[in-house]
């Protein structure tokens, strides 16, 4: 009796540990829609603080990577206080970034993220490639600055408005008093002022009025 073996043919082991690379599979949300948490809020409020939030992101976003061109490419006289300074003011606005997407994601909408997404949505104006002065640069910075704070002040009254009080305290407590204090840091550094000799005083000192 012939006895017939059957040979089962089994995964070599670089097979098994092949990682399934390059898949595609449609997206799962839609930009623009938004998926219903229970957060006790009316979905009109989140869809109204969603679009809000994309704006601030896509701002913040910008002024981060402005922040980052001027660490950079800063030079002259302060470059090295400036340098330091624009580094850190960097650093504020991703961490600020990461916190309104976060937001966004929790009232259930899509967060932005790449580069073109963010250029099409941000309304500060696109820097040049090339190398700017410290003036132009600073100044470049303060008028985003104030771009995102009238947008943020008017977003948090309307979140509150809608009883969104997670979105009004975000825009309130990180969006405009992280952007204030970085535009008062920086536009100190606009102010023309002596480094050696004092300037002459218009009207003069107690002293020179008695001589």
């Known amino acids: ?27 799962i949300q839609a930009f623009g829609s ?73 009232l259930g909408g899509v967060s932005i993220a790449m580069g073109a997404d963010v250029a099409e949505t941000t309304q500060i104006p696109r820097p040049p490639k090339g190398r700017e002065d410290v003036p132009s640069q600073i100044s470049r910075l303060l008028a985003a600055h104030e771009m995102i704070l009238r947008q943020a002040r008017q977003s948090a009254h309307d979140a509150a408005d809608a009883g969104d009080d997670g979105t009004n305290d975000l825009l309130v407590s990180d969006v405009v008093r992280t952007n204030e204090k970085q535009a008062w840091f920086i536009s100190e550094h606009l102010v023309e ?10 009207q003069g000192d107690g002293a020179d009025q008695k001589q």
């Open 1 to 27: 009796m012939t006895t017939v073996t059957t040979q089962t043919s089994t995964p070599s082991r670089s097979t098994l540990a092949q990682p399934m690379d390059r898949q595609r599979g449609r997206e």
């Open 193 to 202: 002022m002596p480094l050696v000799r004092a300037g002459a005083s218009s």
């Open 34 to 106: 938004l998926t219903r948490r229970p957060l006790g809020l009316d979905e009109s409020a989140c869809a109204a603080s969603v679009e809000a939030l994309t704006q601030v992101l896509a701002d913040t976003i910008t002024l981060r990577d402005l922040y980052l061109k001027h660490h950079w490419q800063v030079s002259g006289p302060t470059f090295y206080q400036l340098h330091l300074l624009f580094e850190k003011h960097y650093q504020e606005q991703a961490e600020l970034a990461d916190t309104i997407a976060e937001r966004i994601q929790l």
